[in-house]
């Protein structure tokens, strides 16, 4: 989509420690989206690819960076696949003008299926119940596009070993549904050193192939990798391959990274997301001073105390409340107290000359330091995936 004026705007003032005050009229804070980070990363991952192609994930509003403002910088680079978890997120691309191949790899319910066939949206196939209802709703003017998804060894979606006979002899029957790919997930691939749960899952798979092709599928397009499989596993690629992570500039585990910069040293992803915000308000209290709700902390020295307007609906998690720590003139300012809904405290006693709209990075980068999605979801105890698609979907996200 093109950037508005608005979008414009904010991009480039946000380029500055002082936001457009302009801007702040319409929002409070926003997303930025490199789409140099993204370009370089996709540019990466086609080399590791290649001869396959790319499937690229833009599931989960693109991992948090925003569906549409991912999809163009993709588009633009060339991109002819696109994965989505959500029905109407594929309607909505298609909406949007996107011609790209898009693979749904999320629950279809019946309801959807016969405008998801009419616009031309591939499906992930894993039970009989939906296979029959495509059967119903594919014709001659309106073929079916089908993706199998193989079990082998997620207990997640897909169909067993034993199960796939039917479904290939099924399809055999139908005038008008196209068996266009058959994939699977690996469980085990991106946290661990020793890759043998995804060999095995590989070997399943080999099972499923030769079985399918038995049935005489022959010009079928086969997928497996995630990134982690793409970096570590050559086998897993065959004809495509579906990096999800690391196209945003985000390592799947850090031994994954490990693994492979010790077979390519030097070989950087680039991290596309920045999440700002402004100082709202600057108060000086005593040392002693409590600070937010439940008083669960005091101010160990006279301090300078600013309010930005963030809090845990926007998705900076609760849990960082007396931990994490934000961005301002390059210095880290600790979070004090308890995070609120909408807004929380920051010490910035240590900030030089700290104003009313200065800008603050709660994720990213400003002059040499940096607040990583990994450092962000070590101290909250979870993984970086659900750090950047947590992020409210409603903050703008913006082009840079």
């Known amino acids: 989509m093109p950037m508005t004026a608005t979008r414009l705007n904010l991009a480039l003032a946000s380029r500055s420690n002082k936001p457009d005050p302009n801007v702040l009229i319409k929002t409070k804070t926003w997303i930025e989206i490199s789409r140099s980070a993204i370009e370089h990363n996709v540019r990466l991952l086609k080399k590791l690819a290649d001869p396959a192609e790319l499937i690229i994930p833009i599931k989960g509003d693109a991992y948090g960076h925003g569906l549409l403002e ?15 978890d959500w029905w ?13 191949s898009i693979l749904l790899i999320g629950f279809a319910p019946k309801i959807c299926l016969r405008e998801l066939i009419q616009q031309r949206i591939s499906i992930d196939v894993y039970t009989p119940e ?31 070993l034993e199960d796939l006979p039917w479904f290939l002899q099924t399809i055999k029957k139908s005038k008008h549904v196209a068996l266009e790919g058959v994939f699977t997930h690996f469980a085990n691939v991106e946290d661990v050193e020793d890759q043998a749960y995804a060999r095995y899952q590989l070997q399943e798979f080999e099972k499923a192939k030769h079985l399918i092709e038995s049935f005489g599928f022959h010009q079928i397009k086969y997928h497996t990798a995630s990134s982690a499989a793409l970096m570590l596993l050559k086998k897993s690629h065959f004809d495509y391959a579906r990096p999800g992570i690391a196209v945003y500039g985000l390592w799947p585990a850090e031994t994954t990274q490990r693994q492979f910069l010790s077979q390519f040293p030097g070989i950087k992803l680039m991290p596309a ?18 600070v937010s709700y439940g008083l669960t902390e005091h101010v160990k020295r006279d301090s300078t105390i600013v309010v930005i307007p963030v809090g845990y609906f926007d998705g900076l998690d609760r849990a960082l409340s007396r931990r994490g720590h934000v961005l301002i003139n390059g210095r880290f300012c600790k979070i004090l107290g308890r995070i609120c809904m909408n807004m929380c405290m920051v ?6 000359s700290v104003r009313v709209g200065d800008e603050v990075v709660l994720i990213g980068k400003q002059k040499n330091k940096t607040i990583s999605a990994e450092q962000v979801a070590s101290l909250v105890g979870t993984i970086h995936y659900e750090i950047v698609t947590r992020l409210n979907p409603l903050i703008p996200r913006i082009i840079v």
Do not use: C, M
């Open 88 to 100: 109407k997120d594929a309607l909505f691309l298609r909406k949007k003008g996107y011609k790209q």
């Open 347 to 352: 010490d910035a006693t240590d900030v030089p």
């Open 130 to 160: 939906t296979l029959k209802e495509i059967i119903k709703y594919a014709n001659q003017r309106h073929p079916a596009r089908i993706h199998l998804e193989i079990e082998t060894g997620f207990a997640r979606q897909g169909i067993s």
């Open 70 to 84: 991912v999809a163009k910088i993709l588009n633009d680079a060339h991109v002819n696949w696109f994965a989505v």
């Open 273 to 290: 997301l920045t999440w700002k915000t402004i100082v709202a308000q600057i108060k000086q209290v005593r040392r002693g001073t409590p």
